[in-house]
C-alpha cells in the first residue's frame, strides 16, 4: 500500500469569526432532501479552523480540509480564500 494517499475532507463556508488569534470560524451550510415530505431544508455547520497568518477576514469565502486536532475545538485547518469580502 505505499501508492495509496489518503483522502482529506474539505469543506467550503463563510468566514464568520476571526476574533480569535490564528483561528477562524467558518459557517457551512449544505442541502439535504427531507426524508418523509421531500422539501430541500438548508442545514448548517459551524467549524473552528486554524488560518496560521491571520488572513482572514468576516465575509470572506474559504476552503478547509480536515487535519489532526490542534485544540480542544479546531481540526480544520484553512486551504485557501476562495473570495474576498469587500471592504467597505
Known amino acids: 500500500m505505499s501508492g495509496a494517499e489518503k483522502r482529506t475532507r ?33 442545514r448548517s455547520s459551524r467549524i473552528h479552523a486554524h488560518d496560521e497568518s491571520n488572513e482572514c477576514s468576516i465575509g470572506d469565502t474559504v476552503t478547509v480540509a480536515e487535519t489532526r486536532p490542534i485544540s480542544k475545538s479546531k481540526t480544520w485547518k484553512l486551504l485557501e480564500v476562495v473570495e474576498s469580502a469587500t471592504q467597505v
Open 10 to 42: 474539505t469543506a467550503t463556508g463563510k468566514v464568520v469569526s476571526n476574533k480569535m488569534d490564528k483561528t477562524i470560524t467558518v459557517l457551512v451550510e449544505r442541502r439535504v432532501k427531507h426524508p418523509v415530505y421531500g422539501k430541500y431544508i438548508t
